[in-house]
């Protein structure tokens, strides 16, 4: 009985080793594997933005006046010491500069400029970049308003890049599988700036 009890005991430990070995190999719960994709992004990076045209800085006084300025087309900036080129400087220095030219600013604001235009490359009939209708659009819109894939696209690997806030989204979607009918989550809403790529298939 002793000798029962202590084997069962073995197996429970055992298992219980094992169990997050497996959770390892098998992935965590409602995790897709690459062939399915998912709606959650696949790879996600930092990435340091840097100032650009059509950005703004909002400064607002400490008595609660506000005021707006513009990066301007060619990559410049008008501050009252004179007219400064801040296009591809990072945004730390760029708010070092403007408080340096606003010292009575309680609040420095750097409004990222994202055009309202979406993207959409690779093995589909017609590339595009063109402006968000109005109303939402998700990905199998804008590979319609392509003119769907060629006979060459990959249509199970398909990919979505996201910038948003100083970090880059990579999302892998099965659209082969959409089209079935299966993996609904996986047509995403587009936001403005995003680029889709459909790779081609080398089989």
């Not at 009985?1 to 430990?13: A, C, L, Y």
């Not at 909002?58 to 707006?68: H, L, P, Q, Y």
């Not at 070092?96 to 009939?125: C, D, Q």
Request: with cysteine.
């Amino acid at each position: 009985m002793k000798n029962t009890h202590h084997f069962t005991s073995s197996i429970r430990g055992l298992c219980a080793s094992l169990i997050p070995s497996l959770v390892l190999i098998l992935g965590t719960p409602g995790c897709c594997n690459d062939n399915q994709g998912s709606s959650t992004p696949t790879s996600s990076a930092a990435i340091p933005y840097v100032m650009a045209p059509l950005d703004t800085v909002r400064i607002t006084e400490r008595d609660g006046s506000v005021r707006e300025l513009t990066v301007q087309q060619d990559g410049s900036i008008d501050l009252p010491s004179g007219s400064r080129r801040v296009k591809g400087i990072s945004v730390v220095d760029f708010r070092t500069m403007v408080s340096r030219s606003y010292p009575s600013a309680g609040r420095i604001e750097i409004l990222e400029f994202r055009p309202n235009r979406i993207t959409v490359l690779g093995e589909v009939f017609h590339q595009i970049h063109t402006e968000l209708p109005d109303g939402p659009m998700r990905v199998m819109d804008a590979i319609a308003a392509a003119n769907g894939f060629t006979p060459l696209a990959n249509a199970r690997r398909v990919r979505l890049v996201r910038e948003n806030a100083g970090t880059s989204d990579v999302y892998e979607l099965d659209l082969r599988q959409l089209m079935k009918g299966r993996h609904l989550d996986q047509n995403i809403l587009l936001c403005p700036g995003d680029v889709i790529t459909v790779p081609k298939n080398f089989l």
